[in-house]
């Protein structure tokens, strides 16, 4: 299974971090944010990555090269101008192949087992879309995305939590966009939620949206803490 990290997001409100450097080279605990998925991925036995980028792309590519250096192979799907979640995952699918794949956000810290995913679209679950891994709502998103009883998630519910920015998806997904046009990716997820073709699992563990400075900062302030007393 390949993944794909999603990178091209402009960070608006990481600025002014963000004016001279992409988001996921910002630096937490010593090391861009999107090494640190690079090498859970690698860890996890992914090893072709997949990664979008528009503004400042030319410094991701830069800083990572093929990705041998980290263990995997990394493919670039550039895009001019940022397309939205689903649009940049429709750019890339050429890149992906036809069997589903992981998406992660490049912008959130997570110690998820991304290794138990690989077979999230297998077995019973063969005909859903998408799985996605869901987390307990944060301050900043008290009311929760969406709502996961038993093992299949719904736009609607009793108990929503919040979608983690990490999901398994099926090409066929996207099959009704057409690529290099923006799309998000929520409406996609309604529709497949809609046709009960969503799974999804709850993560216990570490989350952290790196959505804004201060929450860098903090989690900056805990890896080194950690690394510290390690």
């Not at 090893?47 to 990705?67: C, K, Q, R």
């Not at 087992?113 to 998408?130: E, H, I, K, M």
């Not at 997904?173 to 497949?192: H, M, T, V, Y």
Request: glycine share 12%; aromatic share 6%; proline share 6%.
């Amino acid at each position: 299974m390949k993944a794909m990290i999603l990178a091209a997001g402009r960070g608006e409100r990481m600025r002014p971090l963000t004016d001279h450097c992409p988001k996921p080279l910002l630096e937490a605990g010593g090391k861009p944010l999107i090494v640190w998925h690079i090498e859970r991925l690698r860890s996890a036995g992914f090893s072709e990555l997949v990664i979008n980028h528009a503004h400042l792309g030319w410094m991701i590519e830069e800083a990572l090269g093929d990705g041998s250096r980290f263990g995997v192979s990394i493919r670039y799907s550039a895009e001019p101008e940022a397309l939205e979640t689903a649009g940049g995952i429709r750019q890339a699918l050429p890149l992906l192949g036809e069997a589903p794949f992981l998406v992660i956000n490049g912008d959130i810290f997570c110690d998820a087992d991304l290794g138990a995913l690989r077979g999230a679209l297998d077995g019973p679950a063969a005909g859903d879309l998408a799985h996605l891994l869901l987390v307990d709502n944060p301050e900043h998103n008290p009311q929760g995305d969406f709502a996961l009883a038993k093992g299949r998630v719904a736009a609607q519910g009793a108990d929503k939590r919040t979608f983690s920015g990490i999901g398994v998806y099926a090409p066929a997904l996207f099959d009704s966009l057409a690529a290099g046009r923006a799309a998000k990716l929520a409406p996609l997820l309604r529709e497949a939620m809609a046709a009960k073709r969503v799974s999804g699992a709850l993560h216990h563990g570490q989350w952290l949206d790196i959505g804004t400075p201060q929450r860098l900062a903090a989690l900056d302030t805990a890896l080194r803490s950690a690394g510290s007393g390690s």
